[in-house]
Protein backbone atom coordinates (compact mmCIF):
# COMPACT_ATOMS: atom_id res chain seq x y z
CA UNK A 1 0.00 0.00 0.00
CA UNK A 2 1.42 3.13 -0.90
CA UNK A 3 2.42 5.55 2.15
CA UNK A 4 1.31 9.27 2.74
CA UNK A 5 3.71 11.68 1.95
CA UNK A 6 3.70 15.37 3.10
CA UNK A 7 4.28 18.30 0.27
CA UNK A 8 7.70 18.79 1.51
CA UNK A 9 8.39 14.71 1.09
CA UNK A 10 6.91 15.11 -2.01
CA UNK A 11 8.75 17.81 -3.21
CA UNK A 12 12.12 16.36 -2.10
CA UNK A 13 11.33 13.36 -4.02
CA UNK A 14 9.96 14.87 -6.92
CA UNK A 15 12.57 13.95 -9.90
CA UNK A 16 10.62 15.94 -12.66
CA UNK A 17 12.06 19.43 -11.74
CA UNK A 18 15.40 17.99 -11.18
CA UNK A 19 15.56 16.82 -14.54
CA UNK A 20 14.13 20.45 -15.86
CA UNK A 21 16.28 22.53 -14.21
CA UNK A 22 19.33 20.58 -15.37
CA UNK A 23 18.25 20.36 -19.42
CA UNK A 24 18.24 24.27 -19.14
CA UNK A 25 21.59 24.17 -17.25
CA UNK A 26 22.99 21.89 -19.77
CA UNK A 27 21.63 23.74 -23.01
CA UNK A 28 22.45 27.32 -21.47
CA UNK A 29 26.60 27.00 -22.47
CA UNK A 30 25.70 25.01 -25.60
CA UNK A 31 23.86 28.29 -27.21
CA UNK A 32 25.82 31.50 -26.41
CA UNK A 33 23.97 34.42 -26.75
CA UNK A 34 20.82 32.82 -26.46
CA UNK A 35 18.49 32.59 -23.39
CA UNK A 36 17.21 29.41 -22.37
CA UNK A 37 15.17 29.30 -19.29
CA UNK A 38 12.69 27.31 -17.77
CA UNK A 39 8.75 27.40 -18.99
CA UNK A 40 5.68 26.67 -17.67
CA UNK A 41 4.26 24.71 -19.56
CA UNK A 42 1.43 24.81 -22.60
CA UNK A 43 0.56 28.46 -22.06
CA UNK A 44 0.40 30.77 -25.13
CA UNK A 45 3.80 32.01 -25.39
CA UNK A 46 3.23 34.84 -27.37
CA UNK A 47 1.27 36.28 -24.56
CA UNK A 48 5.17 36.15 -22.55
CA UNK A 49 6.72 37.85 -25.36
CA UNK A 50 4.14 40.40 -25.41
CA UNK A 51 4.46 40.87 -21.98
CA UNK A 52 8.24 41.17 -23.05
CA UNK A 53 8.72 38.44 -20.01
CA UNK A 54 11.37 36.53 -22.68
CA UNK A 55 13.47 38.70 -25.47
CA UNK A 56 14.51 36.75 -28.77
CA UNK A 57 16.17 34.55 -28.96
CA UNK A 58 14.94 32.70 -26.31
CA UNK A 59 14.36 28.86 -25.70
CA UNK A 60 11.92 28.21 -23.44
CA UNK A 61 12.05 24.47 -21.95
CA UNK A 62 8.92 22.68 -20.69
CA UNK A 63 7.31 19.81 -19.56
CA UNK A 64 4.34 19.60 -21.65
CA UNK A 65 2.84 16.17 -20.92
CA UNK A 66 3.53 12.96 -18.82
CA UNK A 67 2.26 9.90 -18.39
CA UNK A 68 3.12 6.80 -16.24
CA UNK A 69 5.33 3.70 -17.57
CA UNK A 70 4.85 1.09 -16.11
CA UNK A 71 8.31 -1.22 -15.56
CA UNK A 72 8.64 -5.45 -15.52
CA UNK A 73 10.14 -5.17 -11.78
CA UNK A 74 7.31 -3.27 -10.23
CA UNK A 75 8.44 0.19 -10.20
CA UNK A 76 7.32 3.01 -12.62
CA UNK A 77 8.57 6.04 -14.42
CA UNK A 78 7.11 9.10 -15.92
CA UNK A 79 7.68 9.12 -19.43
CA UNK A 80 7.77 12.90 -20.55
CA UNK A 81 7.25 14.85 -23.34
CA UNK A 82 9.92 17.74 -23.61
CA UNK A 83 9.01 20.73 -25.52
CA UNK A 84 11.72 23.57 -26.30
CA UNK A 85 10.18 26.45 -27.49
CA UNK A 86 11.71 28.89 -29.83
CA UNK A 87 11.42 32.59 -29.61
CA UNK A 88 12.97 34.27 -32.51
CA UNK A 89 13.05 37.59 -34.72
CA UNK A 90 14.62 39.03 -37.59
CA UNK A 91 18.00 39.89 -35.96
CA UNK A 92 21.60 41.44 -37.30
CA UNK A 93 24.44 38.59 -37.29
CA UNK A 94 27.74 39.11 -37.99
CA UNK A 95 26.47 42.14 -39.94
CA UNK A 96 24.05 40.69 -42.23
CA UNK A 97 20.28 40.78 -41.10
CA UNK A 98 19.05 37.82 -40.37
CA UNK A 99 14.89 36.38 -41.00
CA UNK A 100 13.33 34.87 -37.68
CA UNK A 101 12.41 31.57 -39.51
CA UNK A 102 16.22 31.07 -40.14
CA UNK A 103 17.45 31.50 -36.80
CA UNK A 104 14.45 29.51 -35.87
CA UNK A 105 15.54 26.56 -38.08
CA UNK A 106 19.64 26.89 -36.97
CA UNK A 107 18.59 26.83 -33.52
CA UNK A 108 16.47 23.96 -34.27
CA UNK A 109 18.73 22.19 -36.28
CA UNK A 110 20.97 22.59 -33.01
CA UNK A 111 18.76 21.28 -30.46
CA UNK A 112 18.10 18.24 -32.74
CA UNK A 113 22.13 17.69 -32.40
CA UNK A 114 22.06 17.98 -28.99
CA UNK A 115 19.11 14.85 -28.67
CA UNK A 116 20.95 12.97 -30.75
CA UNK A 117 24.65 13.50 -29.18
CA UNK A 118 25.92 10.48 -26.96
CA UNK A 119 26.10 12.10 -23.73
CA UNK A 120 24.80 15.77 -23.44
CA UNK A 121 21.18 14.53 -23.64
CA UNK A 122 21.41 12.60 -20.30
CA UNK A 123 21.65 16.08 -18.39
CA UNK A 124 24.27 15.03 -16.43
CA UNK A 125 21.32 12.40 -14.25
CA UNK A 126 21.13 8.75 -14.06
CA UNK A 127 17.88 7.12 -13.85
CA UNK A 128 16.86 8.43 -17.51
CA UNK A 129 16.58 6.96 -21.05
CA UNK A 130 18.10 8.52 -24.11
CA UNK A 131 15.13 10.53 -26.43
CA UNK A 132 12.56 8.15 -27.16
CA UNK A 133 12.69 6.84 -31.08
CA UNK A 134 9.27 6.92 -31.00
CA UNK A 135 7.91 9.26 -31.55
CA UNK A 136 11.64 10.93 -33.13
CA UNK A 137 12.82 14.50 -31.98
CA UNK A 138 11.05 16.76 -34.18
CA UNK A 139 11.07 20.64 -35.28
CA UNK A 140 7.54 22.40 -36.32
CA UNK A 141 6.33 25.67 -36.42
CA UNK A 142 3.90 27.31 -34.01
CA UNK A 143 2.77 30.34 -35.17
CA UNK A 144 0.31 32.70 -33.73
CA UNK A 145 -1.39 36.23 -34.98
CA UNK A 146 0.01 37.99 -32.08
CA UNK A 147 4.07 36.75 -32.57
CA UNK A 148 3.78 37.79 -36.11
CA UNK A 149 2.37 41.22 -35.51
CA UNK A 150 5.25 41.73 -32.96
CA UNK A 151 7.66 40.62 -35.63
CA UNK A 152 8.41 37.11 -33.80
CA UNK A 153 8.12 33.62 -34.68
CA UNK A 154 7.74 30.31 -32.54
CA UNK A 155 8.81 27.22 -33.27
CA UNK A 156 9.09 24.24 -30.91
CA UNK A 157 11.60 20.90 -30.71
CA UNK A 158 10.02 18.42 -29.23
CA UNK A 159 11.06 15.38 -27.62
CA UNK A 160 10.15 11.91 -24.73
CA UNK A 161 12.58 11.08 -22.42
CA UNK A 162 11.64 8.65 -19.66
CA UNK A 163 12.85 9.01 -15.77
CA UNK A 164 13.26 5.80 -14.55
CA UNK A 165 13.08 3.27 -11.25
CA UNK A 166 10.35 5.76 -9.43
CA UNK A 167 8.17 4.04 -6.75
CA UNK A 168 9.00 0.33 -5.31
CA UNK A 169 9.82 -2.95 -6.62
CA UNK A 170 7.72 -5.75 -6.23
CA UNK A 171 10.84 -8.09 -5.56
CA UNK A 172 14.00 -7.10 -3.10
CA UNK A 173 16.27 -8.20 -5.94
CA UNK A 174 19.36 -6.92 -3.94
CA UNK A 175 19.41 -9.05 -0.97
CA UNK A 176 20.86 -12.32 -0.86
CA UNK A 177 18.40 -15.12 -1.72
CA UNK A 178 17.26 -17.49 1.52
CA UNK A 179 19.24 -20.86 2.39
CA UNK A 180 16.48 -22.51 0.72
CA UNK A 181 15.79 -21.50 -1.87
CA UNK A 182 16.21 -23.47 -5.20
CA UNK A 183 16.88 -21.93 -8.24
CA UNK A 184 15.95 -25.07 -10.44
CA UNK A 185 13.16 -24.13 -12.76
CA UNK A 186 10.40 -27.06 -13.28
CA UNK A 187 8.58 -26.66 -16.15
CA UNK A 188 5.41 -28.63 -17.11
CA UNK A 189 5.94 -32.49 -18.58
CA UNK A 190 9.37 -32.21 -16.64
CA UNK A 191 10.01 -35.24 -14.07
CA UNK A 192 8.99 -34.72 -10.26
CA UNK A 193 12.39 -33.47 -8.72
CA UNK A 194 13.75 -36.31 -6.69
CA UNK A 195 12.71 -36.42 -2.82
CA UNK A 196 15.57 -35.50 -1.45
CA UNK A 197 15.70 -31.80 -3.20
CA UNK A 198 15.97 -28.67 -1.08
Aim: proline share 11%; hydrophobic share 45%.
Amino acid sequence: MIAPLTLAERLASSRLMEAHKAIVATLAPLFPGVQVVRHPGRVDVADLVEKEIFSAPTIAVAATRVRVARELAGEHGLAVEWTAYLIVEDKVVGNRRVERDEIAHALGAGLLAVLEDHEAPRWGLEDITDPADEPRPELRPVFTVKALERGVALFAVIWTQTLLSLGEALWDFTSPPPPDFDPRVYLPGDPPPPEDAP
